[in-house]
């Protein structure tokens, strides 16, 4: 029957695939697939529910977008993905639970030799200065444009140019192509190797882990809260 | 309420006092849109040459830049009416009367008179008008004892509320200077004056940035003064009292407080309150939510289950059109808005 298939996806690399094929493990359930390890697609055989669950391992933010197209059901993702997403995917999107993994927070950072920059305010007093005397904004580099752009609006920081970054933001700095960063924070050895330190007084945008969230559309879908109760 | 009903009564009214209809673009260049509030909520696209466009937030907004293109430099009666649109708001209804080339407060009191007569036509409830000045914290806050760059930051960010009370309780603590952080900071210090002062660190010099970290440390207030200043500008946000005693007492809250600030008898507008029905009080934390005003700002409200609704809006708005980079036109407006 149709209602009884589903697709969930998971994210492809790092320790967030770990922990999240971990859940299934814990629940005793092993992910199976054809070609090994590396297959990016897999699955699971529920027996209880006499389902096959299909398994798809995808970039964390394509997997936001997933849901939104009907590809999958459900997904482990990161909440700031979420929150950076446009308006009309978030609305498409439940969050069901919060997942004890993949805890990062996303802050506004300057490479540590900025030592006038420690707070928001310093942040728009430097922004000012450089349309003053150097007659360009500043410059902050993210993955996270929306949710950088509506920090900086709330804090009535003007005078900033957002540049989208598509990795490696910590490196921006280092080659001038921006004076500040908007990046996800979790142990911090990655801004600290790279001379960069988050404004923590009042740079912190959002407190973000990883979640389980479910297409709202699949939500009345037969046999859907035995999926979630796995997570 | 709604304006297809009410908006002929208005109109008619505002065409008597001799205000003459300007008719609003939907469409705004954003680089003209200041102001949390009306940026968080704007409708923006761009052009195929990459220039951002969105869609108007607030028509007093355009009626100013519409008018500040024309070359006209004798005193003009304008009124618009029509949509505003913000994400927050759908659309919202707004019907506005401004006078431009504006320069003495008599414009200030038609403005005012006009919008109770408005008020009145609308409603037989009691209106409660509030007026402020916002010239009056801005002189307060330039007599503080505080660096110029924290009288600069309070004043920037009054239009938005919380982040305001914020700022205020870091003047006040001092939570702006960490020891801790000063200690490591200032071994980097150190280092860094060791190099080539012109070297550039994502894309600032050393130079600009060991200048801006010394006035820091060396001028930052120090929680005597800070506190000090919080408290005075605690106090003052505080004050509301009826239209006919507000000279005396906030003449008498400078006094005190030793800043050389004098409001004479005819600071105000309406020094009396000669309008039925009507409750007129000067009130400091009078600060409308749209970042346009300079000078005096009022409202006029109605208590609905014991709230009070706000439903005209105004002031004076001196400074905007030269703050957008466009000619200068003094101007006093109002406007009613309907949801």
């Known amino acids: 029957m149709m209602n009884n298939q589903f697709t969930i996806i998971l994210p492809s690399k790092g320790r967030l695939r770990e922990k999240s094929i971990n859940i299934f493990k814990k629940k005793k359930l092993k992910i199976l697939s054809d070609k090994g390890e590396r297959d990016l697609v897999g699955y699971i055989n529920l027996k209880k529910i006499n389902t096959t669950v299909r398994i798809l391992f995808l970039h964390a933010r394509e997997s936001i977008q997933a849901l939104t197209n009907g590809t999958a059901d459900i997904c482990v993702s990161g909440i700031d993905l979420l929150k950076d997403s446009d308006l009309n995917i978030q609305k498409k999107i439940k969050v069901h639970k919060s997942l004890n993994f993949g805890h990062a927070d996303l802050y506004i950072c300057c490479p540590i030799h900025f030592l006038d920059c420690q707070t928001m305010l310093d942040v728009s007093e430097i922004a000012s200065d450089f349309i003053k005397y150097k007659k360009q904004p500043l410059k902050i580099g993210t993955k996270y444009k929306r949710l950088v752009e509506k920090f900086l609006i709330e804090k009535n920081v003007k005078n900033v140019e957002i540049v989208e970054s598509k990795g490696a933001t910590e490196a921006m700095p280092r080659l001038s192509q921006v004076q500040l960063i908007g990046e996800i924070v979790s142990s911090g050895k990655t801004l600290f190797s790279n001379d960069l330190r988050p404004l923590k007084k009042d740079g912190l945008i959002l407190k973000s882990s990883a979640a389980c969230m479910v297409a709202k559309k699949s939500l009345k879908k037969k046999g859907i809260k035995k999926i979630l109760s796995l997570f | ?339």
Request: proline share 3%.
């Open chain 2, 1 to 339: 309420m709604q304006l297809q009903n009410l908006s002929p009564k208005i109109i008619k009214y505002i065409r008597k006092q001799g205000f003459r209809e300007i008719k609003l673009n939907p469409v705004i260049e954003t680089k003209y849109i200041r102001g949390v509030n009306l940026k968080k909520y704007l409708f923006t696209f761009n052009d195929d040459k990459g220039v951002s466009f969105s869609l108007r937030p607030d028509l007093s907004l355009m009626s100013l830049i519409q008018f500040s293109k024309t070359k006209n430099k004798k005193k003009k009666k304008v009124f618009y009416k029509g949509e505003s649109y913000r994400k927050n708001k759908h659309i919202l209804s707004q019907i506005g009367w401004e006078i431009y080339n504006s320069n003495n407060q008599t414009d200030d009191f038609e403005v005012l008179k006009n919008s109770i007569v408005v008020f009145k036509k609308i409603t037989n409830k009691k209106g409660y008008l509030r007026i402020g000045n916002l010239e009056l914290f801005f002189s307060l806050v330039n007599q503080l004892e505080i660096p110029d760059r924290w009288k600069l930051r309070l004043v920037q960010n009054i239009w938005n509320q919380k982040y305001f009370y914020e700022i205020l309780s870091r003047l006040e603590t001092n939570k702006d200077l960490d020891e801790g952080e000063i200690k490591v900071d200032k071994k980097i210090f150190y280092k860094m004056q060791k190099l080539d002062p012109n070297k550039i660190i994502a894309g600032r010099t050393v130079n600009e940035i060991l200048k801006r970290f010394d006035m820091k440390i060396n001028k930052d207030p120090r929680t005597p003064e800070g506190k000090k200043s919080a408290r005075i500008i605690k106090k003052f946000l505080r004050i509301k009292c009826s239209i006919e005693e507000a000279p005396k007492i906030l003449s008498e809250f400078f006094d005190k407080n030793k800043l050389n600030i004098k409001i004479a008898d005819d600071y105000f507008p309406i020094r009396k309150n000669k309008f039925k029905n009507f409750n007129i009080e000067y009130c400091s934390s009078e600060i409308p939510d749209v970042e346009i005003y300079s000078g005096l700002v009022f409202s006029i409200n109605f208590l609905k289950k014991n709230k009070y609704i706000k439903i005209i809006n105004g002031g004076r708005f001196d400074q905007m059109s030269s703050s957008l980079g466009l000619r200068p036109i003094k101007a006093v407006g109002s406007a009613i808005n309907f949801i």
